[in-house]
C-alpha cells in the first residue's frame, strides 16, 4: 500500500491521469443518472411530486422564503434543500428533468468521494475498484433519479468519515493533528442536517470513528473542539427552528417508523406480528 499523506500522493508521477479517470468516471456516473429523467423512472414518487408542488409554490411566489431553515415545507424538511429543487426547476423547466436533476448531481458527487476514501485506505487499485462499483450501483442509480432529497445526504456522510480518516491518517503516520479536516468534517455534518432526515445517522457514525480515534489516541482535544465547534456553527439555525418546534424534529420520523401502525400493515400485510413477521 502507498502510505504516503493525500497530498502527496496526487502530487507524485501519473496525478493527471489519475485525476482525469476520476472525472471521467465521475463525468459517466452522471451521465448513467441523467439519461431520460424525463421518462425514467416511469411513475412519480408521492415524495417527488409533494416536494416539486412545494417548489413550484416557491418559484411563484406563493409560499415566501422566512429563514433557510425554515420547517414549514413538506415533512418538515428544511427549506433549503428544497430551494436546490426550485433552482433546478427554475434553470430546466417545471417538468420531471427540472424536479430530478438536482438529485443526479448528488448522487454523480459520491463518485470521486467514495475513490478517494478507498484510494486513502487500501491504494490505486481498490479506488478504481470502489468507484466504478458506485457509479454502476443499481440502488445508487436509483436513488440518484429520484426528484427528492434521499441521496442528498450521501455526500455529506463521506464528507465527514473522509475528514475523519484522513486526519487519524495524519495522526498515525506523521504524529500530527491537524484542526482543518476537523472543522470541515464538523460544518459538513451540521449542514447535512438541512437535507434527508438520515443525516442524523451522521453524528452517530462519527462518534464510533472518533471512539476508535480516542481509544488510540489519535486525536486531540483541539481537534474535537474544532469538529464541535463547526457542526455547531452549521445547525445552530435549524436548532433554533426545532427549539421552537419539537414535533418537527421527530414527526416524520415517527411517521416512517415500522412500529408505526399504518406502516406496519403496509410494509407486511394485515395484522402484523412482532417480531415474528420482521424475521
Not at 433519479?145 to 475528514?163: D, F, Q, R, S, Y
Not at 483541539?222 to 445547525?235: K, N, P, R, T
Not at 433554533?240 to 418537527?248: G, H, K, M, S, V
Request: one cysteine or more; hydrophobic letters at 55%; glycine letters at 6%.
Amino acid at each position: 500500500l502507498d502510505h504516503r499523506p493525500l497530498g502527496q500522493r496526487f502530487a507524485s508521477r501519473g496525478t493527471l491521469i489519475e485525476v482525469g479517470f476520476v472525472a471521467l468516471l465521475a463525468a459517466v456516473a452522471f451521465a448513467v443518472r441523467a439519461y431520460d429523467l424525463s421518462d425514467y423512472p416511469p411513475s412519480m414518487h408521492v415524495d417527488e411530486g409533494t416536494q416539486g408542488l412545494f417548489a413550484l409554490q416557491i418559484l411563484r411566489g406563493i409560499v415566501p422564503i422566512t429563514s433557510f431553515a425554515s420547517l414549514n415545507t413538506p415533512f418538515h424538511i428544511p427549506i433549503l434543500a428544497i430551494l436546490g429543487q426550485v433552482a433546478a426547476i427554475a434553470t430546466f423547466g417545471p417538468n420531471e428533468t427540472g424536479l430530478r436533476i438536482l438529485a443526479t448531481v448528488y448522487g454523480a458527487s459520491c463518485v470521486p468521494l467514495v475513490y478517494l476514501m478507498a484510494r486513502q485506505g487500501w491504494g490505486r487499485v481498490a479506488a478504481i475498484v470502489a468507484g466504478v462499483a458506485i457509479c454502476f450501483n443499481n440502488l445508487h442509480v436509483h436513488f440518484s433519479k429520484l426528484g427528492a432529497t434521499n441521496i442528498e445526504t450521501t455526500p455529506w456522510v463521506l464528507i465527514v468519515l473522509l475528514c475523519l480518516w484522513a486526519a487519524q491518517d495524519a495522526a498515525r503516520r506523521e504524529n500530527a493533528r491537524p484542526l482543518a479536516p476537523y472543522a470541515i468534517a464538523g460544518l459538513s455534518m451540521g449542514i447535512a442536517q438541512y437535507f434527508y432526515f438520515s443525516a442524523r445517522l451522521i453524528p452517530i457514525l462519527a462518534v464510533m470513528v472518533l471512539a476508535v480515534a480516542i481509544i488510540r489516541r489519535k486525536v486531540s482535544v483541539a481537534q474535537l473542539a474544532a469538529l464541535a465547534f463547526g457542526a455547531l456553527i452549521a445547525f445552530a439555525p435549524l436548532a433554533a427552528q426545532y427549539t421552537r418546534d419539537p414535533d418537527a424534529f421527530i414527526g416524520r420520523a415517527q411517521s416512517v417508523t415500522i412500529f408505526n401502525a399504518n406502516i406496519a400493515q403496509h410494509t407486511l400485510g394485515r395484522e402484523p406480528k412482532f417480531p415474528d413477521d420482521i424475521v
